[in-house]
């Protein structure tokens, strides 16, 4: 999981769809974490319902887990899974924290992390 650079995040609209998208995620402890924009539709969606699904993708293998989603509200924590993010993926940061879209990573008004809590685990 810790090599692999891309996921598919699946939430449950309002209507009882799905909502997949790609993202790019960390994995610690049986857990994966997603770093997003704090108004995206995914966040939203969690909101309503916290059911989530994550598949990640090795050539013709996949790793699914279905589980519970929560956004990561405690200061330490959502520091260390950004930092997490900025380190796998090698982002070079300016003096504000912004990524090279200029995206402010450290500012919880403008980013979360969702943190993932696996109840079942699939290998395909």
Not at 19 to 46: A, C, I, M
Request: proline share 4%; charged share 25%.
């Amino acid at each position: 999981m810790n090599r692999m650079r891309l996921a598919s995040f699946a939430t449950v609209t309002p209507k009882g769809e799905p909502h997949v998208v790609p993202v790019f995620f960390t994995y610690e402890n049986g857990r994966v974490y997603v770093q997003t924009d704090r108004l995206s539709v995914k966040v939203q969606n969690l909101l309503k319902n916290n059911n989530v699904a994550v598949a990640v993708y090795n050539g013709e293998e996949a790793v699914i887990l279905f589980g519970k989603g929560k956004v990561i509200e405690d200061e330490e924590e959502f520091i260390k899974r950004t930092q997490d993010h900025i380190n796998k993926y090698r982002l070079q940061i300016d003096k504000q924290g912004r990524d090279s879209l200029g995206i402010p990573l450290f500012d919880r008004t403008v980013r979360c992390v969702i943190e993932v809590f696996p109840k079942r685990i699939l290998y395909w």
